[in-house]
T-cell receptor, first 112, second 112 residues
Framework: DTEVTQTPKHLVMGMTNKKSLKCEQHMGHRAMYWYKQKAKKPPELMFV???????INESVPSRFSPECPNSSLLNLHLHALQPEDSALYLC???????????FGSGTRLTVV | QQQVKQSPQSLIVQKGGIPIINCAYE??????FPWYQQFPGKGPALLIA?????SEKKEGRFTISFNKSAKQFSLHIMDSQPGDSATYFCAASMTGRRALTFGSGTRLQVQP
């Protein structure tokens, strides 16, 4: 299995809703990432988990809350989002020492 | 110092042409330089990557040229095909910080 699987593929949520994005990989990668990508822009790093511990938080607002329940799973909990948070949210994973990421197909999030 | 500058922003070539995309970096601590291909609605996919101890790397029709003294690297696509039409991102990372810094992206269109 050489894939990173993200669910759901599309999500529409109101500004008062609570929702979660899920990411799963079975490649034995020990680093997992959340990126945010706006249209026609490069991905922007949000969070990095290394060995299930949060190692990088790029000053992301607290309305985004990451969780890594085990080495294969990564969640992103969403609460009280703003319309400007609408974007493609990408999960990725990588080996401990190699730099190559494997990205998922992303969750297209729309906040109304 | 974390920036990676990418050019051109967009590129149109005829089938069989050799598009060239260029990137430049400032931070000499970067030691891993991947290129990603992204189709609309999909996550980025790793194409090819290089480390600073080599000046060129080829994988199929894709070649990275790396100039360490100039702090520049480029992607060449040989015998380009309409199916290569996508957005291409260069990126860089450094040992100890497993997070990619992306260039701004190049939208490539290969005309039949």
């Amino acid at each position: 299995d050489t894939e990173v699987t993200q669910t759901p593929k599309h999500l529409v949520m109101g500004m008062t809703n609570k929702k979660s994005l899920k990411c799963e990989q079975h490649m034995g990668h020990r680093a997992m990432y959340w990126y945010k990508q706006k249209a026609k822009k490069p991905p922007e790093l949000m969070f990095v988990y290394s060995y299930e511990k949060l190692s990088i938080n790029e000053s992301v607002p607290s309305r985004f809350s990451p969780e890594c329940p085990n080495s294969s799973l990564l969640n992103l909990h969403l609460h009280a989002l703003q319309p400007e948070d609408s974007a493609l949210y990408l999960c990725a994973s990588s080996q401990e020492v190699a730099g190559g990421y494997t990205f998922g197909s992303g969750t297209r999030l729309t906040v109304v | 110092q974390q920036q990676v500058k990418q050019s051109p922003q967009s590129l149109i070539v005829q089938k069989g042409g050799i598009p060239i995309i260029n990137c430049a970096y400032e931070n000499t601590a970067f030691d891993y330089f991947p290129w990603y291909q992204q189709f609309p609605g999909k996550g980025p996919a790793l194409l090819i990557a290089i480390r600073p101890d080599v000046s060129e790397k080829k994988e199929g029709r894709f070649t990275i040229s790396f100039n360490k003294s100039a702090k520049q690297f480029s992607l060449h696509i040989m015998d380009s095909q309409p199916g290569d039409s996508a957005t291409y991102f260069c990126a860089a990372s450094m040992t100890g910080r497993r997070a990619l810094t992306f260039g701004s992206g190049t939208r490539l269109q290969v005309q039949p």
